[in-house]
């Protein structure tokens, strides 16, 4: 158990449907990164929020969004889904970045 | 051309064998990450480097900074060393953004 905890493992929707990933991130840390694991794009940063504020966007769709709440669990919405949005969604924890990063099980998506 | 290069992308070895994996990178980094990930998923970070060299049991990473190139080298390599082994870099002036990934090294280790 590295500390950062996603839910749910795996989920399964239809495409146009609207799904919640959530991460906690391990104890102490107050950044949480998400990133996004398919099988042509490799591992790409969507989005790091700070002590709940946004801190920096990299490759994410505008049917995306993400949140970090006051007890610093995180949620990924991911809206009007595609079949190419089928991949795995890491989330990371992190007390600032300079000091490493602890990586969460993740949760695979398959859109269908 | 990606700003982090990884080789060999697959790489078939047998039990015992010195492994080395190779990282280039074209952009000023502040830190590099090795990163392993085992069938099913999970991500696990192996070392973080700004500059030299660090040591965990069998696994040995280095850094050439002048140069952009990192290496990760398992010694006596055994079965369940078979993972895909990700290098990624957080670039220099990137603020608050995440890693930037290399494609991964898919390393098997054959009894």
Redesign the interface.
């Given at each position: 158990d590295s500390g950062v905890t996603q839910t749910p493992k795996h989920l399964i929707t239809a495409t146009g449907q609207r799904v919640t990933l959530r991460c906690s991130p391990r104890s102490g840390d107050l950044s949480v990164y998400w990133y996004q694991q398919s099988l042509d794009q490799g591992l790409q940063f969507l989005i790091h929020y700070y002590n709940g504020e946004e801190r920096a966007k990299g490759n994410i769709l505008e049917r995306f969004s993400a949140q970090q709440f006051p007890d610093l669990h995180s949620e990924l919405n991911l809206s009007s889904l595609e079949l190419g949005d089928s991949a795995l969604y890491f989330c990371a924890s992190s007390t600032t970045g300079a000091y490493g990063y602890t990586f969460g099980s993740g949760t695979r998506l398959t859109v269908v | 051309k990606n700003e982090v290069e990884q080789s060999p992308q697959n790489l078939t070895a047998q039990e015992g064998e010195f492994i080395t994996i190779n990282c280039s990178y074209s952009v000023g980094i502040?830190?590099l990450?090795w990163?392993q990930q085992h069938p099913g998923?999970?991500?696990?970070?192996l070392f973080?480097l700004s500059s030299g060299k660090k040591k965990h049991g069998r696994l040995i990473a280095t850094i050439n900074i002048q140069e952009k190139h990192s290496s990760l080298h398992i010694t006596a390599s055994h079965p369940r060393d078979s993972a895909v082994y990700?290098c990624?870099v957080?670039i220099r002036g990137?603020?608050?953004?995440?890693?930037?990934?290399?494609?991964?090294t898919h390393l098997i280790i054959q009894p």
């Open positions: - | 502040s830190a990450h990163l998923g999970g991500i696990v970070s973080m990700i990624a957080r990137g603020g608050a953004d995440g890693l930037t990934f290399g494609k991964g």
